[in-house]
């Protein structure tokens, strides 16, 4: 059975509830309709920039894929446009309406609940947004560490009490460098594994966050509150799927990432990936530049 590579984490989740690699652009691509303020030029450690746009450019003729971001005047995203530019489609879009301090509504279906550092704890979503009334209902429950970063997240299906699937991040020098998800509600039988690398010498500030096991959507990932995000940019991440059945490995991703671009504040303008599409990781894939809404 051939399996599109961006689908078969949830291919391998499905197993339990209820193979060919690919090197292309992700099935649900990526946007732009305009882009950010770039970071400045010059040394100014007061400048506070987010994520405005991620453009994908993996062709001589522009922007394949891009993802942008829109912002309120608290600097919360209020909306995410994903758009395909060679086929001139529209392939994702969100609207974020703040209900008060720790509830945010997406649409009748979806909502995030904030704790008081503006940290996603909950994401209530589907399984299958085209078809919801017939979808499994998920809970994504995220907990983080005394030093903010993410480092538990658990995933309910249809009220379960307790959870279908765990993810369990690890961190060396406050980097995420390991990641396994299990089945905790199969006996914890292994479903992804991942180990990342990043490039010590260098130094970043609030760039995409690198979680290797995003099934709930990388573009939530890439601009909403996880925690806190990488101090250096990555270099390699080795992702490893097994059928939580068998035990038996299969698939193994592993992508390289360089000749980056970086400012002189430490906001990353733009780099490059090589090898396999992490899916957690979409947002980034071949040559992809980074746009900036500074204040």
Same mark, same amino acid.
């Given at each position: #059975?051939?399996?599109?590579?961006?689908?078969?984490?949830?291919?391998?989740?499905?197993?339990?509830?209820?193979?060919?690699?690919?090197?292309?652009?992700?099935?649900?691509?990526?946007?732009?309709?305009?882009?950010?303020?770039?970071?400045?030029?010059?040394?100014?450690?007061?400048?506070?920039?987010?994520?405005?746009?991620?453009?994908?450019?993996?062709?001589?003729?522009?922007?394949? $894929?891009?993802?942008?971001?829109?912002?309120?005047?608290?600097?919360?995203?209020?909306?995410?446009?994903?758009?395909?530019?060679?086929?001139?489609?529209?392939?994702?879009?969100?609207?974020?309406?703040?209900?008060?301090?720790?509830?945010?509504?997406?649409?009748? $279906?979806?909502?995030?609940?904030?704790?008081?550092?503006?940290?996603?704890?909950?994401?209530?979503?589907?399984?299958?947004?085209?078809?919801?009334?017939?979808?499994?209902?998920?809970?994504?429950?995220?907990?983080?560490?005394?030093? &903010?970063?993410?480092?538990?997240?658990?995933?309910?299906?249809?009220?379960?009490?307790?959870?279908?699937?765990?993810?369990?991040?690890?961190?060396?020098?406050?980097?995420?460098?390991?990641?396994? #998800?299990?089945?905790?509600?199969?006996?914890?039988?292994?479903?992804?594994?991942?180990?990342?690398?990043?490039? &010590?010498?260098?130094?970043?500030?609030?760039?995409?966050?690198?979680?290797?096991?995003?099934?709930? &959507?990388? #573009?939530?990932?890439?601009?909403?509150?996880?925690?806190?995000?990488?101090?250096?940019?990555?270099?390699?991440?080795?992702?490893?799927?097994?059928?939580?059945?068998?035990?038996?490995?299969?698939?193994?991703?592993?992508?390289?990432?360089?000749?980056?671009?970086?400012?002189?504040?430490?906001?990353?303008?733009? &780099?490059?990936?090589?090898?396999?599409?992490?899916?957690?990781?979409?947002?980034?894939?071949?040559?992809?530049?980074?746009?900036?809404?500074?204040?």
């Amino acid at each position: #059975m051939k399996i599109n590579k961006f689908n078969i984490l949830i291919f391998v989740l499905l197993l339990l509830v209820s193979c060919s690699k690919t090197k292309s652009t992700p099935p649900d691509g990526n946007v732009p309709v305009g882009v950010g303020n770039g970071p400045d030029t010059t040394k100014n450690n007061n400048i506070v920039c987010a994520i405005a746009t991620i453009s994908q450019v993996n062709s001589s003729k522009g922007a394949e $894929y891009s993802l942008t971001a829109t912002y309120n005047g608290n600097y919360d995203v209020t909306r995410i446009v994903i758009y395909d530019s060679v086929n001139k489609v529209k392939n994702f879009e969100a609207a974020f309406n703040y209900i008060n301090n720790d509830s945010v509504r997406i649409d009748q $279906y979806q909502y995030l609940i904030l704790d008081e550092k503006g940290r996603v704890i909950r994401f209530v979503t589907k399984s299958d947004l085209v078809t919801p009334q017939n979808s499994d209902n998920y809970i994504f429950e995220y907990k983080y560490n005394t030093k &903010g970063y993410l480092i538990i997240k658990n995933l309910y299906i249809n009220g379960a009490t307790i959870p279908n699937f765990r993810t369990d991040y690890s961190y060396t020098n406050n980097q995420l460098t390991n990641c396994l #998800m299990t089945a905790v509600s199969s006996g914890n039988l292994k479903v992804l594994e991942a180990a990342l690398v990043y490039d &010590g010498s260098r130094s970043i500030k609030n760039w995409i966050y690198t979680f290797p096991d995003t099934m709930e &959507g990388y #573009m939530y990932l890439t601009v909403l509150n996880f925690g806190n995000r990488p101090v250096n940019p990555l270099k390699q991440v080795t992702t490893k799927i097994y059928n939580p059945l068998t035990g038996i490995l299969i698939d193994n991703w592993t992508t390289s990432y360089d000749n980056y671009v970086i400012d002189t504040n430490g906001y990353v303008l733009s &780099g490059e990936s090589t090898g396999d599409l992490q899916q957690g990781i979409a947002s980034f894939y071949g040559k992809t530049n980074f746009y900036y809404l500074c204040h």
